[in-house]
């Protein structure tokens, strides 16, 4: 398995820029992603620690604002630090309101976690410092370097990205695999039994909100960054955060790969629905078209989750089972 994501690895790297043109590399492999990334952030609270948010698309937008911040501020702030210390603060915020994971779950614990969402929707169009007193909450990054080195073209955005998901994807499966992620794992199948022998509850809640925090503040920064480079509120809204969870959900919970899937499911799909009409010859609207795409779009998850509810990472790894 090592082998197989070493060698995926370095076609991403070497191959896929070679071939891609610049829109392949900027509107879908960038936000594939990015993307990826924040199912990834999301997929540790949720498949591995059991605790529902339906506020990820906040914690986006607080790495994106806070980064923007500590980048237009802070003179000569170098681009991965700002990154960085975006999903810093969404893990400060990620763990205050992960507080109430404490007490309760379930549906009441989506609730809570849905106050995020309309907090920083109203903080970041009403509270100016902020966004750098913008009067409509809508912001915009300028040149972006590392190292001295301008990051300008398609490719060297998709570089960027795919390193920053290579490091943070590594980091997670090492997390999941040690004792964080048994501890996170015990609370999710029985939180009492877990409490029994020895595993905090308190310290494995915190402690899967910080790190899902902190991924997804990441994420967001880089949505804001790299691939929008200027943006308002309405680019993190309540949408944001049901796309990553059914990401999730259909990738399958609990699950590296499952992110990856999930991503790719949710990126490409409405690209090739879009084309289906053109390729019948079909003479239809673009309007009627947009709406025939939700409601295929929407037909799909449901017959995915109806087929493997458990997501696309474990269909995919049946299949060499019933090739061999």
Not at 153 to 181: E, H, S
Not at 224 to 253: K, T
Request: hydrophobic letters at 60%; one cysteine or more; proline letters at 4%.
């Amino acid at each position: 398995m090592k082998r197989i994501a070493l060698a995926l690895l370095v076609a991403a790297a070497l191959a896929l820029p070679m071939v891609a043109g610049d829109y392949f590399l900027r509107a879908i492999l960038v936000p594939f992603l990015i993307l990826s990334l924040a199912a990834l952030g999301l997929n540790v609270l949720v498949g591995y620690c059991g605790q529902i948010s339906l506020g990820t698309g906040a914690f986006m937008a607080i790495g994106a604002y806070a980064a923007f911040n500590f980048h237009v501020r802070v003179e000569g702030m170098p681009l991965l630090l700002a990154l960085l210390l975006g999903g810093v603060c969404a893990t400060a915020v990620g763990v205050i309101f992960g507080i109430p994971s404490l007490r309760i779950k379930g549906l009441y614990l989506a609730v809570a976690t849905l106050a995020t969402q309309f907090f920083t929707d109203w903080a970041f169009l009403r509270i100016k410092w902020l966004t750098h007193d913008s009067p409509t909450g809508s912001v915009s990054v300028g040149d972006l370097r590392i190292l001295g080195s301008p990051i300008e073209t398609p490719a060297q955005k998709y570089w960027l990205c795919l390193g920053v998901v290579a490091v943070f994807t590594l980091a997670i499966a090492n997390l999941v695999r040690g004792r964080a992620g048994r501890e996170w794992m015990a609370i999710r199948d029985m939180d009492v039994a877990a409490s029994v022998i020895g595993i905090r509850p308190v310290a494995a809640k915190l402690s899967a909100f910080a790190v899902s925090s902190f991924v997804v503040g990441v994420a967001g920064a880089l949505w804001g960054f790299v691939h929008l480079g200027a943006w308002e509120p309405a680019a993190f809204s309540i949408d944001r955060s049901f796309q990553l969870l059914f990401m999730v959900i259909i990738g399958g919970m609990g699950s590296i790969a499952g992110g990856f899937l999930g991503a790719a499911f949710m990126v490409l799909l409405p690209l090739a629905l879009n084309q289906v009409p053109a390729w019948l010859g079909l003479p239809i609207s673009t309007a009627t078209v947009s709406h025939l795409e939700l409601v295929a779009f929407g037909g799909l998850i449901v017959f995915f989750l109806i087929a493997e509810p458990n997501g696309l990472a474990r269909l995919a790894s049946r299949i060499p089972r019933r090739q061999a």
